[in-house]
Nanobody
C-alpha cells in the first residue's frame, strides 16, 4: 500500500524557516518523482515544485524560487521541503504527492506564516 506522510508544519513568523518532510512507503522510492503542492484557503491547489527520482533534479514554481529547496534521501525514503524567508502568502496546507502526474497524496500539513 502506497503511503505518503507529511510532517513539520507549524506556525512561524514571516522571515522564518520551516522544513517539511514526506515519508514514503509502499513503492520503489527512487524510481519516482515526488511533488510538493499547497492549497491556501479559498484557492486552488498549486504545485510548489517537484524532484525527480534517482537524479534528484528539482524545479520550482516562480513564487518560491530562491526561497524553497526540495531534496530527497533515498536511503530514508523521505523527501524534504526546506522553506526559508517565509511570507504570509505561503500560508497553506502542504501536500506531497507521488509521481510527476500525482497518483497518491499525503494527508497534508498546515503551514501558517504570521506577518
Amino acid at each position: 500500500e502506497v503511503q505518503l506522510v507529511e510532517s513539520g508544519g507549524g506556525l512561524v513568523q514571516a522571515g522564518e524557516s520551516l522544513r517539511l518532510s514526506c515519508a514514503a512507503s509502499g513503492f520503489t522510492f527512487d524510481d519516482y518523482a515526488i511533488g510538493w503542492f499547497r492549497q491556501a484557503p479559498g484557492k486552488e491547489r498549486e504545485r510548489v515544485g517537484c524532484i525527480s527520482g534517482s537524479e534528484g533534479s528539482a524545479y520550482y514554481v516562480d513564487s518560491v524560487k530562491g526561497r524553497f529547496t526540495i531534496s530527497r534521501d533515498n536511503a530514508k525514503n523521505t523527501v524534504y521541503l526546506q522553506m526559508n524567508s517565509l511570507k504570509a502568502e505561503d500560508t497553506a496546507v502542504y501536500y506531497c504527492a507521488l509521481g510527476s502526474t500525482p497518483t497518491y497524496w499525503g494527508q497534508g500539513t498546515q503551514v501558517t506564516v504570521s506577518s
